[in-house]
T-cell receptor, first 113, second 114 residues
């Protein structure tokens, strides 16, 4: 069966460019999460959607980060005016109900030069 | 605030030897606990989870973990390691808010000697 997919898998951006990262969750999964994983670190929470509603964005590091999920399925994480410190792997996960596991995508590795 | 500590950054074991990866969490009530494995270039795969009940949890690939409330620990074990187990292992706790987002430790990299 299809798992969580993310695109692109790799993205190189020049400092100051805007980027958009896409996540396709498992069909029917209500909850969607974005995490940021810096090199050598564990993933850190960025934001959470339940259907199309963004219920928690407490982990977004600055107002340059924006996420949306307009139809309650595909989600996009946008980073404006990228900085070198934004270089990381961005992981998307989906979950079908509260007391259950999150299924992770392969991630998008963002490198900002 | 909830947090997870994995005190070992790297662990090296010989193939066929037993393995124990340590995880400590900080949280007052009964937490939701998870172990994930990440291979190079791969996403995170769930090995096992603990929500309640029996404190010894069996997972995939021959892994098990034991929840010890008195020690705030959820250590991962495997009786005999295979070369394919070489990867990064993350312990995580589910946040006790409406999202149940995951709070991860910093990971333990497992190296397997032939």
């Amino acid at each position: 069966g299809a798992g969580v997919s993310q695109s692109p898998r790799y993205k190189v951006a020049k400092r100051g460019q805007d980027v958009a990262l896409r996540c396709d969750p498992i069909s029917g999964h209500v909850s969607l999460f974005w995490y940021q994983q810096a090199l050598g670190q564990g993933p850190e929470f960025l934001t959470y959607f339940q259907n199309e509603a963004q219920l928690d964005k407490s982990g977004l590091p600055s107002d340059r980060f924006f996420a949306e999920r307009p139809e309650g399925s595909v989600s996009t994480l946008k980073i404006q005016r990228t900085q070198q410190e934004d270089s990381a792997v961005y992981l998307c996960a989906s979950r079908n109900r509260e007391y259950n596991e999150q299924f992770f995508g392969p991630g998008t590795r963002l490198t900002v030069l | 605030a909830q947090s997870v500590t994995q005190p070992d950054i790297h662990i090296t074991v010989s193939e066929g030897a037993s393995l124990e990866l340590r995880c400590n969490y900080s949280y007052g009530a009964t937490p939701y606990l998870f172990w994930y494995v990440q291979s190079p270039g791969q996403g995170l795969q769930l090995l096992l989870k603990y929500f309640s009940g029996d404190t010894l949890v069996q997972g995939i690939k021959g892994f098990e973990a034991e929840f010890k409330r008195s020690q705030s620990s959820f250590n991962l074990r495997k009786p005999s390691v295979h070369w394919s187990d070489a990867a990064e292992y993350f312990c995580a706790v589910g946040a006790m808010d409406s999202s149940y987002k995951l709070i991860f430790g910093s990971g333990t990299r497992l190296l397997v000697r032939p």
